[in-house]
Structure formats: C-alpha cells, structure tokens
C-alpha cells in the first residue's frame, strides 16, 4: 500500500483540494459548485473563513475556480488558500483576493499575482460562498499540510 504523498507532492486540482480542505462534499468542475450547493449547504455573499469562493467560468478559466477562505482582512478583502491556480497543480496559500463589486457583493473578484506584486487586472465574476458544514456549539479546523505551515482555518 503507498503512504499518501504531502499536498505539495500532488498536482492537485482547485476542486478536490476544496473539498478536502473545506469539507464541503461537492463534485465536479468547480463552476458547478454553486448550482450542487443549493438546498445543501448555506451560501451568501459575505466570506467565512471555511467557506469557498466559487468562481464562475471566465476566459481561460472555461469551467470556473473554487478557493477557501483562510482570512477576513476587511469587508472587500480576504486571503484563500488554493490550487492550480497561477502555478499548475500546486498549492498556494493565504493569497489576496479583492471584491471589486461595484455593490461590495462578492460577485466581481481580482486576485493576486505574485509576478506583479499586486492583484491582476483581470475582474473575475464570482457566485458567492458556499459556507462549511459545522456542528452546533463546535469549533472545527481544517488543515491542510501544503510543506509549509499548512492551512488553519477555525469555523466558528
């Protein structure tokens, strides 16, 4: 039997990794998670650490981008933690992502890219967040060993 191999050793795609980070039991490309959540899962337009920001199929990105939130910097920014996004197949972690919603709804994003030293320019259309299950009165933590300190985002 083969020992799983640390997250920085896989390619991973966006959704998988959402999954297994979140929690979230969803399948297929990501641009469909929104559509699978309902009825299953809260969704909104304001950020949790834990939930997922599902984007929605744009340009190159033909079947959409799911991220997890890992942190609230303010109401029209936060960090997620993701996968295959701006180095194929890997892990990247805490990385900005700005609401640039004319109504601060969510549903226009820009995210960072390393190479620039800013978010990109590209405006990126997003559903919303799709919110982790969670028990009542509980406090979970996902993590994720991605070689460096790993994801920790404690749902409240």
């Excluded at 050793?9 to 999954?19: G, L, S, V, Y």
């Excluded at 699978?36 to 304001?46: I, K, N, P, T, Y």
């Excluded at 991220?67 to 197949?89: K, Q, Y």
Aim: proline residues 5%; aromatic residues 8%.
């Amino acid at each position: 039997m083969a020992a799983a191999a640390p997250a920085q050793a896989q390619f991973w795609q966006c959704a998988p990794f959402a999954r297994m980070v979140s929690g979230i039991d969803l399948y297929g490309n990501a641009g469909s998670w929104w559509a699978q959540a309902e009825g299953r899962f809260a969704r909104g337009s304001r950020p949790e650490a834990g939930s997922v920001l599902v984007m929605k199929p744009h340009g190159r990105m033909r079947v959409g981008h799911v991220a997890v939130v890992s942190r609230i910097v303010s109401a029209r920014e936060i960090t997620v933690t993701h996968a295959n996004w701006s180095r194929p197949g890997q892990v990247e972690q805490d990385v900005r992502v700005v609401d640039v919603s004319p109504a601060g709804d969510w549903s226009q994003v820009k995210v960072w890219y390393a190479s620039l030293g800013d978010v990109g320019s590209t405006v990126y259309p997003a559903h919303g967040f799709v919110h982790a299950p969670r028990a009542a009165g509980a406090v979970q933590v996902a993590q994720a060993d991605t070689g460096g300190a790993g994801l920790r985002a404690a749902l409240r």
